[in-house]
């Protein structure tokens, strides 16, 4: 490879950036998504297109300025794309492109890694319930979801997704699902302190803090697809 190595069909941002300018893999990748925010932008649209102003709510700290440059940069990279919500929204958005969906085993494993630094909810520390959709990614487990066709639906803190598992795989997006097999209603905190071990499921269910409705079948069966270490 030279220099000017390009890979079909992805284009370098044109905004002046510093580069690694090493012939790796690693650095071209980096080249490309490793400025602040990057991949974090990634993980807002892995489900699904987001408008400027989620984006923004969905980043806090990231300023107006900052994220309408690293949108620029990843539209010029070939990574997103704008586009236009079915009526009746209408609404202006971005999503990723092809090239930018390739991020996401990249994006899960990264996220999968960093678990281990995340403990209990930290201070300070801002929490979004869709950053829960990474983390199901992550945990998806294959063999357990094979010859399952359903779809589950989470209210999380007054934010709604849905996972889709069909064929040994599971699709997050963030909307209601048509008909879902369960519908879980909890907060950020809860659902941190079950995975993290410190509120035992069953507790977290008799005291309200999280209420399932539909099929406990399907929901223990979630339990399992989705490695978690909790049972009904």
Not at 143 to 172: K, M, N, P, S, W
Not at 207 to 228: D, H, N, P, Y
């Amino acid at each position: 490879m030279n220099g000017n190595f390009t890979p079909a069909g992805v284009n370098w941002p044109l905004m002046s950036r510093r580069r690694y300018r090493q012939n790796c893999a690693l650095a071209l990748a980096l080249d490309v998504v490793g400025e602040r925010w990057t991949l974090l932008l990634v993980r807002e649209l892995l489900t699904g297109p987001k408008r400027f102003r989620d984006l923004l709510a969905n980043l806090p700290g990231i300023g107006t300025n900052l994220l309408a440059a690293r949108l620029k940069d990843l539209e010029q990279a070939g990574l997103i794309r704008r586009g236009t919500l079915p009526p009746p929204a209408g609404s202006a958005v971005y999503e990723l492109t092809d090239t930018g969906s390739a991020l996401e085993p990249s994006v899960v494993a990264l996220a999968g890694w960093g678990a281990r630094y995340a403990g209990s909810p930290r201070k300070g520390y801002a929490y979004r319930a869709n950053w829960v959709a990474v983390g199901m990614k992550f945990a998806f487990r294959p063999e357990a979801a094979r010859g399952v066709q359903e779809t589950y639906e989470y209210h999380i803190d007054g934010e709604v997704f849905h996972v889709l598992v069909e064929g040994g795989r599971c699709e997050v997006r963030q909307a209601p699902a048509p008909q879902p097999a369960f519908r879980l209603t909890s907060d950020a905190n809860t659902l941190l302190q079950i995975a993290n071990g410190a509120m035992p499921l069953q507790k977290a269910i008799d005291s309200g803090a999280l209420l399932v409705e539909g099929s406990r079948q399907a929901f223990a069966r979630s339990l399992k697809i989705f490695r978690l270490p909790v049972q009904l």
